[in-house]
């Protein structure tokens, strides 16, 4: 059964990271990014878990950090194996249900721009592009920066 909460740190913080890995595109977190971020007050990091065997299996995470009407996602990713299924999909919409209901009326985020399939899932939700870092990441690659007003 698939459940979101709220990642406060522990021994999921690894599997965080195996995700970061596995898809390449995430943010290159470590295990203590990950339990950094979760002790910040202004911030929160949502994860999306399967029970098998009675262990939560974590899909998918997705970190925000907000202040006043503002806020900014930092990390998302979905594992590999779990892609294509709307769970990014469902959880993406929980973290912006979420800073809504904190008041926050403009979210923003960056992406590479070689990330095409990323793009097209951050444009579902009506996010538009509002500025360009040339060759901001390591490869040369450059990242957009998109905006959503809620």
Same mark, same amino acid.
């Given at each position: 059964?698939?459940? @979101? %909460? @709220?990642? &406060?740190?522990?021994?999921?913080?690894?599997?965080?990271?195996?995700?970061?890995?596995? /898809?390449?595109?995430?943010?290159?977190?470590?295990?203590?990014?990950?339990?950094?971020?979760?002790?910040?007050?202004?911030?929160?990091?949502?994860?999306? /878990?399967?029970?098998?065997?009675?262990?939560?299996?974590?899909?998918?995470?997705?970190?925000?950090?907000?202040?006043?009407?503002?806020?900014?996602?930092?990390?998302?990713?979905? %594992?590999?194996?779990?892609?294509?299924?709307?769970?990014? /999909?469902?959880?993406?919409?929980? /973290?912006?249900?979420?800073?809504?209901?904190?008041?926050?009326?403009?979210?923003?985020?960056?992406? &590479? &721009?070689?990330?095409?399939?990323?793009?097209?899932?951050?444009?579902?939700?009506?996010?538009?592009?509002? %500025?360009?870092?040339?060759?901001?990441?390591?490869?040369?690659?450059?990242?957009?920066?998109?905006?959503?007003?809620?």
């Amino acid at each position: 059964m698939r459940e @979101i %909460s @709220i990642f &406060s740190g522990g021994i999921l913080a690894e599997n965080l990271v195996g995700i970061c890995r596995q /898809t390449k595109t995430a943010a290159p977190w470590t295990g203590k990014d990950f339990q950094t971020e979760a002790g910040q007050k202004t911030s929160r990091i949502f994860i999306l /878990t399967d029970k098998k065997d009675n262990q939560k299996i974590p899909l998918a995470f997705c970190a925000c950090r907000f202040v006043f009407e503002s806020a900014e996602i930092t990390n998302f990713a979905v %594992s590999p194996l779990y892609q294509r299924k709307n769970f990014g /999909t469902e959880l993406f919409n929980h /973290t912006l249900n979420f800073l809504r209901n904190q008041g926050v009326k403009e979210v923003t985020l960056e992406v &590479s &721009s070689a990330n095409i399939s990323a793009q097209k899932f951050y444009e579902k939700f009506k996010f538009t592009c509002v %500025s360009v870092r040339k060759k901001f990441y390591n490869m040369g690659e450059d990242a957009l920066l998109l905006k959503l007003n809620l």
